[in-house]
């Protein structure tokens, strides 16, 4: 048996700040980021009793808007699970 897996997600986040400063609500951008994530895997049977699968990770963080606090960032992960079933 072999199966396959891919997820892919992207998210935003867009936050919002009120000041009341002048006692009129004004809007403040705040830090927003935007996600991307891609996560494939391979899942093999090599018998009843062992299972391998192997799989990666993908993560990019970019900032939104006018955000100086936030950099963009690349992250990436994977690796190999074997599994084995003892009775």
């Known amino acids: ?48 009793k062992v299972t391998m699968q192997l799989f990666y990770k993908y993560i990019k963080t970019n900032p939104l808007g006018q955000t100086v606090t936030t950099i963009p960032r690349t992250t990436n992960e994977g690796g190999l699970n074997i599994r084995i079933a003892i009775q």
């Not at 009341?20 to 391979?42: E, H, K, L």
């Open 1 to 48: 048996d072999i199966s396959f897996a891919l997820t892919i997600t992207r998210t935003n986040n867009e936050p919002v700040q009120y000041e009341y400063a002048t006692g009129i609500p004004r809007q403040v951008p705040g830090n927003g980021t935007r996600v991307t994530q891609v996560n494939p895997s391979i899942q093999y049977s090599l018998s009843s």
